[in-house]
């Protein structure tokens, strides 16, 4: 069983940053893919950005290339997920996940463990 908790949400002003953490509780984190879905009021839960075990791949939705970045210390059993020039439409409860397995995975159905969620708000 692995355990998720994210952090580091909150209200940001259109065009600011926010970095979100996501501490996993599991022994054997370097060999666990891990990810950030999101999902805005009314609207399905969508993709954001997965990174693989070693960091070497990297995917991200449409929507946030180029402005959010998704990072891994394995060090500190703690994946990343820094977000710049964040626009309204990113006002979302950002959810971090994990499967274990190597690769990064665009996939919903995909991911075995999920965080509870932290809420990102932009303002206009």
């Known amino acids: 069983q692995v355990q998720l908790v994210e952090s580091g949400g909150g209200l940001v002003q259109a065009g600011g940053s926010l970095r979100l953490s996501c501490a996993a509780s599991a022994r054997t984190f370097t060999r666990y893919a891990m990810g950030w879905f999101r999902q805005a009021p009314g609207k399905e839960r969508e993709f954001v950005a997965a990174?693989?075990?070693?960091?070497?791949?990297?995917n991200y939705a449409d929507s946030v290339k180029g402005r959010f970045t998704i990072s891994r210390d394995n060090a500190k059993i703690t994946v990343y997920l820094q977000m710049n020039s964040l626009k309204p439409e990113d006002t979302a409860v950002y959810y971090c996940?994990?499967?274990?397995?190597?690769?990064?995975?665009?996939?919903?159905?995909?991911?075995?463990?999920w965080g509870q969620g932290t809420q990102v708000t932009v303002s206009s």
């Open positions: 990174i693989s075990w070693s960091g070497g791949i990297t």
């Open positions: 996940v994990a499967r274990s397995t190597y690769y990064a995975s665009v996939v919903r159905e995909d991911y075995d463990y």
